[in-house]
């Protein structure tokens, strides 16, 4: 038994800011954010909520899959930015009162863990119809005082239904974390008025160390998915698509290089979207798969990494 992708479904906000709108509010550059990243713009939420976003990419991807929300047996959000911090939102927003909702927090592997969460529930037989959702409002996470940090990220949410399948679905899937290493890419918690605790500790927003992230994940990322490819049977030579978390160019070149992949096989939205944290894997396989980029049998890598540290790869049959 596999666990089959039958729908998915994307949702951005409608403000876009090009890199030029903040060259006006704050020290930087078309030119840097550009060159060191691949981004030109993103979609930033004004209006929009997390739940409103992720709702109507799930009502894309139940769509195709031709699944009313009343069926859906369970709903997993994969976020660090959810609207409330408590769960089951997406749920209400849905009327999917049959399912039984959690978020899952695995910062920008968070597509990836509740999908292979979906799909460890799907192979023990205990649920068929799982809506996976990826998604971010990073803005109101960021300090917009720092440059280094609030250039990269965009909002959005992406959303896959999963179903069981005989003959196409995930084949194998990797996972891993490193808390040890936490500490280069951070947030931490909100602040209260708890009277017995002395919480001296200011706002809290995404700090990170830029270059530490980026020798991890030029390093782990090719491991996890050779690793994964050959789980599955496979080589990387017979993969059709490389799905990955768009974090920064440089990365996904690096990781092509290394894997010594065409970059043709890593399609990226990077640019208009900037990193969508555990929204961007969902809302890319939305586009490829919108684009027609998808055919029946092809062999595709879902790959996800990010704070934690934790990292994810998946290998499917479309
Ligand atoms: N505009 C202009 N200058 C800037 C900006 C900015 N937005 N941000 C930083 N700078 C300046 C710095 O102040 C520094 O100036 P200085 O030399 O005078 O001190 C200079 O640019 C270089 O800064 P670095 O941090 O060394 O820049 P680097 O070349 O390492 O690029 C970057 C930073 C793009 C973040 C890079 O480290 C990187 O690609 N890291 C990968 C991590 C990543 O992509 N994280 C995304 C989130 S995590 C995830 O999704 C997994």
Same mark, same amino acid.
């Given at each position: 038994m596999k !666990?089959? #992708?039958?729908?998915?479904?994307?949702?951005?906000?409608?403000? *876009?800011?090009? /890199?030029? +709108?903040?060259?006006? #509010?704050?020290? !930087?550059?078309? %030119?840097? #954010?550009r060159s060191r990243t691949g981004i030109a713009s993103r979609h930033l939420a004004v209006e929009e909520t997390l739940a409103g976003l992720a709702a109507k990419a799930?009502?894309?991807?139940?769509? %195709?899959?031709?699944?009313?929300? %009343?069926?859906? +047996?369970?709903?997993?959000?994969? !976020?660090?930015?959810?609207?409330?911090?408590?769960?089951?939102?997406?749920?209400?927003?849905?009327?999917?009162?049959?399912? *039984?909702?959690?978020? #899952? /927090?695995?910062?920008?592997?968070?597509f990836l863990f509740a999908l292979q969460t979906a799909d460890a529930y799907i192979r023990s037989g205990q649920y068929r119809n799982i809506l996976v959702v990826g998604g971010e409002i990073l803005s109101k996470l960021m300090d917009w005082n720092d440059r280094s940090t609030c250039v990269l990220f965009g909002d959005g949410a992406g959303a896959a239904v999963v179903r069981p399948d005989e003959a196409y679905g995930i084949l194998s899937s990797v996972q891993g974390s490193d808390g040890a290493r936490g500490g280069v890419l951070s947030c931490g918690g909100r602040r209260n008025?708890?009277?017995? *605790? !002395?919480?001296?500790?200011?706002?809290?927003?995404?700090?990170?160390?830029?270059?530490? *992230?980026?020798?991890?994940a030029v390093r782990t990322v090719p491991k996890a998915i050779t690793e994964a490819v050959e789980r599955a049977g496979l080589t990387v030579e017979d993969i059709d698509l490389f799905v990955l978390h768009q974090a920064n160019i440089r990365i996904i070149e690096s990781v092509s290089k290394r894997l010594r992949v065409s970059m043709e096989r890593f399609p990226t939205n990077l640019s208009e979207c900037g990193n969508i944290s555990a929204g961007s894997v969902p809302v890319l396989l939305d586009d490829v798969n919108r684009r027609g980029l998808l055919n029946k049998g092809d062999k595709v890598v879902l790959a996800g990494f990010g704070a934690g540290l934790t990292w994810g790869a998946s290998v499917l049959i479309w």
């Open positions: !666990t089959r #992708i039958c729908g998915t479904g994307s949702a951005l906000p409608k403000r *876009v800011v090009k /890199n030029e +709108d903040l060259s006006k #509010i704050m020290d !930087t550059s078309d %030119e840097w #954010i799930a009502a894309q991807a139940l769509e %195709e899959a031709e699944i009313a929300a %009343e069926d859906l +047996d369970m709903i997993l959000a994969g !976020t660090i930015s959810a609207d409330r911090l408590l769960p089951c939102e997406l749920q209400r927003e849905l009327g999917a009162a049959k399912a *039984v909702a959690f978020d #899952i /927090n695995a910062a920008c592997s968070g008025n708890n009277p017995y *605790v !002395t919480n001296s500790t200011a706002l809290s927003f995404v700090t990170m160390d830029g270059q530490a *992230v980026y020798k991890f």
